[in-house]
């Protein structure tokens, strides 16, 4: 028997009930129907026995006994059977001949049926080896499905073809035409075009469809989507029976669903999508909302089990792989993954798939791109048709690695370039990056014991200084040490069409490893011990003295601060206040070095320093007492007291403080052996004198003052109208020279000419005479009172600092009556 395939329909009809049910006049209709039916039917067992006489000999072979029955689930069940008949001729011509079912809204006959089509054919009365009495009366049975939205009353008739190739449409009612059988086939409320695609990457299956109202169907939307799943097609009207499962229930707009497999699937799988209203739902898929073609859903990986060889030639720059195949399904496919790191999943990050080959392939050869440089792994994995692959890889999966692959020159590998520059503790290091490099980052290697090479490298007897990404590295020497040492670097970088650094732990001497060794030295140099500053007057200038050294490349460096600083426990020559004077190389012997100050005509206290700097720059500016040195820059002339002592006294008769320059004339002196009695207002370091000559006698020779304490005496022959010159210098140098003249009692005037002009210079000499001892006198005065004024200051001091003495005895009378006063 065949059904009327429905796929897809387009039909509309005005719904006459919520739920798509017929009117009940309908329903009033079909039982009148009904009663009118089974009188037929009474009557037609009446004279059953009448048309059962006669089927013995019928040879047109019509059928008998039609019946057309609408079911509740909207299917008419045409059922008839064959004559009744021991005639084995008939037989015969029963296994021989087929049945056609015809279909009409008016009673059908053998003239109209030509214009009709039918809607089953070829259905065999009798099998060919089917017995005679299975034959005679065989009942048979055929379920049309009208088509969605039918309302109407319709005929079945039954056409018998023969094995001569003639008709039998005689289509009488009852035997080979039915009753007219009202049917009422509900619309289809279904969606369309229901389809599913499985995606292995995700595991999920990706169902969808379109649904009825978006194609102009009149569905309500009051529904629910239901989706369902099935391992078998939906046919026959099996849905009842055939095991389903529903994935999902949605909303009455949604046009898709994505279903995740779970666990291990590997299955052809169907879906159906329904709309479920609330008493209602069209499982007849008569339309296209179930699928009819199933789709595969798998999962599960194929594995291939095998060691896996891997080597890499340096000449050709060829990588071979190879491993044991034993693979034998054709839809599988082998493939090469290759990764910069070590894996093992070939979803990783970084992982490259390299080829797909035929399911049997066992070896590969991979060419490696120029300018690689890094270690590399490797695996070999299947994939299935449905694109599975297994992603973990295990201890059993063909995977190798790391396989040292180079196509660059070693010598184009490596750092180059390096230049080292020592700047007292700090040492900069700066290099080349080599081409084809990226990412880069650089390890820079320390030995101090000899150079750093592969061997130091492996037996890690050198020191990793410091990873930095730029191509310059500065290196601080800890203070206080002195060192010898060798420099290497080694690079960490990406090449060519990696994915991750290698570290290229590869040293060439001269180009990324220095052969020879740098002195570092943070070590500062010894400090001076001996600095002496002496201040010379007169030139205003002030001389450092120190101890020099044989360590060659020092450097001094001279400060200077005013004041008096030498009572500090430690000098910082950072500190405001200091300044740098100068600098001198260093040398063996004593050292010294000339300062010229720019004050003049002043006395200053001044400390002044040295510190020292070797060749590295190391330079300690903290500097203990051996290297600071206090002086006083005096650039003032002394002011001397000059007191002449006649023959055979032992007390000045006169005496006169003097500064630079000036002179001075003691009168009515007595003649004889005498002397000229020096003092300084400072510290004296020499006294001379001399006497100075006339039109009669010559200047004479400088002659050196006999010192006694801080008296300094010159001895002189006391004569009429002598002059002394008189020479002294101050510890500084500074020097005051001076003029004395001396006069004895007994002088007279001698006979002048009277001319005009002689008197005139008498007179001037007389006026110079008497000035000169007025400033005598006001000198005498003012080193009078600052005497005076310094005794009383000292006395002033010593009554202020004396000590108060604690009463003792009793206390008097009066001190009783005044401390009653504070006692009750």
Known sequence: MMALPIIELNLSRTMQTDYGLPPASQYMDNGLRCISLSLLLLFSSLFAGIVRADESTDNSLEARDIQATFSSDELTIITWRNIQTNDYILLDSLRNTSYEIFRSAVVMNA?????????????????????????????????????????????????????????????TIGKSQSSPTTESVHP?????????????????????????????????????????????????????????????????????????????VEESAYYSVTYRFDTWEDLRFIGSNTMTIPVSEDNVAPVLVSLLGASFDVGTGITSLSWLSGVIEEELVTQVWRASHSFTEVSGEGVVLLAELPHNATSYDYTI????????????????EVGNVIDNLGIMQPTAGPILERTI???????????????????????????????????????????????????????????????????????????DSWYGVTIEAIWAEASDLYHHKHLISGLNSRPTHISEDADAPNEVSDLSATFYGPDFTTTLEWSGSEVLGLTYH?????????????????????????????????????????????????????????????????????????VEEDMLSPSILVAIIPNGQSLPTESAWLNDGMSISFIGIDEGLGSLSIHGSEQLST???????????????WSEAIQDGIRWDCLIAITN???????????????TELVVSISTSEEQSIPQPTDENNGVAQNQQEQSSSTLEGENAALRIAFSFIAFLLFAV???????????????????????????????
């Open 558 to 630: 001279l400060w200077r601060i005013q004041g008096d600083w030498s009572h500090s426990g430690a000098w910082n020559v950072t500190q405001p206040g200091w300044e740098e004077v100068g600098s001198i190389g260093s040398g063996p012997n004593n050292m010294t070095f000339d300062y010229i100050t720019a004050n003049t005509n002043s006395a200053l206290t001044t400390t002044y320093a040295i510190s020292v700097e070797d060749a590295h720059g190391n330079h300690d500016t903290i500097l203990t007492a051996g290297a600071v040195s206090l």
């Open 687 to 701: 006294v001379s004198c001399r006497l100075l000559g006339d039109q009669s006698n010559p200047t004479t020779a």
């Open 409 to 483: 020159e070693l010598s184009e590998s490596v750092a180059t370039g390096l230049t080292f520059q020592i700047t007292g503790p700090q040492t900069t290091i700066q290099w080349q990056q080599p081409s084809g490099a990226s990412t880069a980052k650089y390890h820079i290697w320390r030995s101090n014991s000899g150079e750093v090479d592969n061997t130091c490298l492996q037996s890690s007897s050198c020191e990793l200084v410091e990873i930095v990404n730029t191509t310059e590295i500065n290196i601080e020497t800890p203070s206080g040490v002195e060192r």
């Open 794 to 824: 000292v006395i002033l001091m010593l009554v202020k600092t004396r000590k108060q003495r604690a009463p003792a005895g009793k206390p008097t009378s009066k001190e009783d009556s005044w401390i009653a006063r504070f006692i009750d």
């Open 721 to 735: 109208s002598m002059k002394v010159d008189i020479r002294a210098n101050d510890s500084a140098g500074n020097p």
């Open 111 to 171: 003239t109209n049926i030509l214009s009709l089509s039918p809607i089953a054919t070829g259905i065999m009365a009798c099998e060919a080896n089917e017995s005679n009495p299975s034959c005679s009366s065989k009942q048979h049975s055929f379920t049309w499905q009208s088509e969605p939205g039918t309302e109407g009353t319709f005929h079945y008739g039954i056409v018998s073809v023969l094995e001569n190739e003639s008709r039998t449409a005689t289509l």
């Open 188 to 264: 289809i409320w279904a969606p369309l075009r229901v389809s599913a695609s499985y995606d292995a990457a995700n595991e999920s299956t990706f169902i969808s469809w379109v649904n009825a109202d978006e194609v102009g169907l009149s569905v309500p939307t009051n529904r629910t989507i239901w989706v369902w799943r099935h391992l078998s097609p939906v046919a026959n009207n099996s849905w009842g029976d055939m095991d389903k499962s529903i994935i999902a229930t949605l909303s009455s707009s949604a046009n898709s669903y994505e279903y995740s497999l779970s666990g291990e």
């Open 369 to 384: 791109p120029l300018g690689s440089n890094g270690e590399f792994w490797y695996a070999v994995t299947l994939r299935d």
